[in-house]
Every structure is written in structure tokens, then in C-alpha cells.
């Protein structure tokens, strides 16, 4: 008995060393902006509610960055990406709601398309094609947890829409009618629902140079888009394998959210939070307003100065 005690003890001594705290992730910031590899670090080490909360953390830091519109376009593709590779399982919707809610407009312009070749391309695979009714599927649970995590937001419509967009590249134009499936259901203004469908869409959507955000961004009241000819991502894009993983994570009924008012997705579960008792649900990113990264920190803060990460007091 007193072996197996002892068994039991090292094992659960084992499981708390490898999970990280949301405190010493936040510690980490900067590095995981300057270096891929700490990012993906972070996310392994963290449970799902704090990989969500770090997220956040993350995208509000490249939000400050000083650093051109393309580096930063280039920064929230990278991270986010990597943050969505590392999900634990069921969490995969919860952060992609996230970056979808915390990620700026005008950078959604970029990340909507990588994500849609990068992440979740339908055909990635052709060993395993993917039928249009798990396509359908996989994007109405993720669209439900996005409109919900993004509910009440001035630019929600909009956000709505980026996403919506980002599905139907990665559907590759062979789903009939996707776009206005995912609006009717992701979108509750009937204005903004028409705007969505009638005007946003089709400018992003049309062929050629023509193609452009600027009406949703107008609407949004959002900064500039980046040049997307000169937003450079260096990352690892998963295997045909992976990709055809993330569709079906998207799919499945390990999710963090309720069905949204539409009805669009599956009632699911909350993702576990054993282990850290740092667990939190969007918490202040520091309760000292003056640390770095505090979102109440308004002078005075230290930032990542582009990609080489020096530190700059403004």
C-alpha cells in the first residue's frame, strides 16, 4: 500500500509540474510573440480555459506591438495559428472563437484567408474527402460559439461575417448557399444580416482586383487593412492528416459552448480545467495596471517592438 502511495503521489506530482499556470504564461508573452516555438510551448502546458484566456492575452500584446500592419498581420496569422494546432482537446472552437473576438478587423482581412488554406481546407486531403454535410456541420458549431463569444460586441456583425468567410474559402466555392446558411444563423440584426449577405460578402467574395473588405471595414470603423502582397508568415502548416482532424475537432460534440438562439451546432460540454488552480474565464491579463501587457496599463507599458522583440517605453 504505502508503494503504491508513493506510485500515486510522484504521478500526480508529475501531472502538476507539466501543466503551467495562466500567471506564468502571461510571464511569457513576449518570448511567445518573438519565437513560434514558445508559443507552442505555452499553449501544451496550458488547460483549455487558460489556453483560451492566454489567447486573448496574446492578440491584445500584438494589438500594441510596434511593428508595421504587415508584421503585425503576420504575427496574429503565426500565433494563432499555433495557438488552434495546440488546443486541447474540445478547444478547439473555444479559441477560434477567441481569435475571431480579439483579433482587430483589419487583420481578419489576412488571417480569414491563411486560416482557410492553412487550417481547415475541405480538399486538403484527397485520401479523405470530406462530404458536404460534415463540412455544413463542422462550420455551424464553430459559427455558434463564434457568435456567441462575439454577442454584444460593436462589430460582432462583422466579425460574424470574417469568419463566415473564412468557411466558405475553405469550402472551396462547392457548398451551395453556405454563406447565407451561416449568416442566417450567426447573425440576429436583421439590418446587419442583410448588409452581410447583400453588400460585405459579395465585395469580398467578387473575382479579380475588384475583391475587397472596405465595406465591412467602413462599417466596423476599423483601421487600414494590411497589404496582403507583403504579410510574410513563417509557419508550420499541419499535415493533410491534421487538417482533416481539425475539420472533424470542429465537428464534434466536445465543445465549450451552448447552442446559440439560431439553434445552429450541438449543446456540448465544458472543457475540464483539472489541474491549475489558476484556472480563470477571461480574467485582467494583470491585477497591477501598471505591469506590462495590462490592458489599464495606457502609459508607461512595455511592448514587443516588432519581430525582434526589444522592448520600447512609450
Known sequence: MKKLLTILAMAISTVAMAEMSLGDARGKIGDAIRNPAVMAEIMKGLNATNQVAFLEAVNEAVSVMRASPEEKAAKFVELNEIALQNAQ??????????????VPPEYLTILNERFAADLFNRNADPTNPISDADFVRSAADAMAAISERVAGMEDAAVRDTFATLMFVRASEGTIPNLAETLIDASISDTAARDKAKSEWIPAATSPGI??????????????EAPAADQVVVAVSVP????????????????????????????EGTTPETSGSSDSTDRVPLSDDPRAPWSPDSSRGRTEPDGYFGQRVRR
Request: without cysteine; glycine residues 12%.
Open 89 to 102: 482537446k474540445g478547444n478547439l472552437k473555444a479559441l477560434l472563437a477567441e481569435t475571431f473576438a480579439t
Open 210 to 223: 475588384d475583391q475587397t473588405y472596405e465595406p465591412m471595414l467602413g462599417d466596423a470603423g476599423a483601421e
Open 239 to 266: 499535415s493533410t492528416e491534421g487538417l482533416s482532424s481539425l475539420l472533424s475537432d470542429l465537428g464534434s460534440s466536445d465543445t465549450a459552448f451552448s447552442n446559440n438562439a439560431s439553434g445552429v451546432g450541438r
